[in-house]
């Protein structure tokens, strides 16, 4: 069974840090990228980032680059999310999903937009002024 849960979420003041981690069962990393999104109330869902373990290639929106870092730990199967400098717009329910394949076609903004699926359960970040 295809299983990626997500841990990690919290309450933080602004300019802190959280690491997010995505835990996954019943498929290899090196064969699905991994990516993590966010929504927050009244809010569209947004991609994050994403990984492909295969190749090492990341993808991160604008709204996050430069503060967020993606990485894999194959032998542990879990994806990490490092959040530094944390914002108050940064709050919002977590998820983690899987990609269709491991190539860098699932790396991308589009690819994040159609192509992820098997959803975890989500975990709360919450960022207080």
């Known amino acids: 069974e295809v299983k990626l849960v997500e841990s990690g979420g919290g309450l933080v003041q602004a300019g802190g840090s959280l690491r997010l981690s995505c835990t996954i069962a019943g498929f290899s990393l090196d064969d699905y990228a991994i990516g993590w999104f966010r929504q927050a109330p009244g809010k569209d869902r947004e991609g994050v980032s994403c990984?492909?373990?295969?190749?090492?290639?990341?993808y991160y929106a604008d709204s996050v680059k430069g503060r967020f870092a993606i990485s894999s730990d194959t032998a542990k199967k879990t994806i990490y999310l490092q959040m530094n400098s944390l914002k108050p717009e940064d709050t919002a329910v977590y998820y983690c999903?899987?990609?269709?394949?491991?190539?860098?076609?699932?790396?991308?903004?589009?690819?994040?937009?159609?192509?992820?699926?098997?959803w975890g359960q989500g975990t709360q970040v919450t960022v207080s002024s």
């Open positions: 999903a899987r990609g269709g394949g491991s190539s860098r076609a699932w790396i991308n903004a589009d690819a994040m937009k159609w192509g992820y699926d098997n």
């Open positions: 990984i492909s373990s295969l190749d090492g290639g990341t």
